[in-house]
């Protein structure tokens, strides 16, 4: 049973536009969740993170919001740029006791 | 800071041969955590390791294998390998037991 997805196996953007991607999980136990980026031949980077004590958080272009009662966590890239195409994987744990567990990711590509 | 290194970083093998992937973690984290990345199944958590000892480990079968030595060098070892084996082998680390792990560049497992 996979507890955390990406429904959305992959994202096309005009560059300069907002990116949106969706993940949903449905262990109500994690309160702790990451967005990683991943290029084609690297290991995937931390991006950004999110506490289930807060709905929203802010790095520079990219902002993750969570709204647990829905058990749904977005990632917003604005505005975006061909740089940020990649595989976006959404992850996460509890308490940071338990591994990440990783959705399938989405490919985002932005269109120059 | 060097980051994550893995070795070798492809590999060919036949079926039923074993194979052993290196990880040296990034300076002063003792925190190393493995995961297997096939195409359609995002990253999967095979095992994790903190001061030498295994803290956590996935749903793989008794095939799959690690340690840790005193340095926080980590190899995994899978035996009897099978064509379904075949993946990017991924290797995390991290200070502790926490929530930002840092990756490797991934070791290409294809099994013939």
């Known amino acids: 049973d996979q507890q955390v997805k990406q429904n959305s196996p992959s994202l096309s953007v005009q560059e300069g536009r907002i990116s949106i991607l969706n993940c949903d999980y449905t262990?109500?136990?994690?309160?702790?969740f990451l967005w990683y980026k991943k290029y084609p031949a690297e290991g995937p980077t931390f991006l950004i993170s999110?506490?289930?004590?807060?709905d929203k958080n802010e790095d520079g272009r990219f902002t993750v919001f969570l709204n647990k009662s829905a058990k749904h966590l977005s990632l917003h890239i604005v505005p975006s740029q061909p740089g940020d195409s990649a595989v976006y994987f959404c992850?996460?744990?509890?308490?940071?006791?338990?591994?990440?567990?990783f959705g399938k990711g989405t490919r985002l590509s932005v269109i120059a | 800071k060097a980051g994550v290194t893995q070795t070798p970083r492809y590999l060919i093998k036949t079926r039923g041969q074993q194979v052993t992937l290196s990880c040296s973690p990034i300076?002063?984290?003792?925190?190393v955590s493995w995961y297997q990345q096939t195409p359609g199944q995002g990253l999967q958590f095979l095992f994790e390791?903190?001061?030498?000892?295994?803290?956590n480990k996935g749903n793989f079968p008794g095939r799959f294998s690690g340690r840790q030595f005193s340095n926080s060098r980590s190899e995994m070892n899978v035996s009897t390998l099978e064509l379904g084996d075949s993946a990017l082998y991924l290797c995390?680390?991290?200070?502790?037991?926490?929530?930002?792990?840092?990756f490797g560049p991934g070791t290409r497992l294809t099994v013939t």
């Open positions: 995390a680390s991290s200070l502790a037991p926490t929530y930002e792990q840092y």
């Open positions: 262990n109500s136990m994690f309160d702790y």
């Open positions: 999110i506490s289930s004590i807060k």
């Open positions: 992850a996460a744990t509890v308490s940071g006791n338990t591994p990440l567990v």
């Open positions: 300076s002063g984290h003792r925190s």
């Open positions: 390791y903190f001061s030498e000892t295994q803290r």
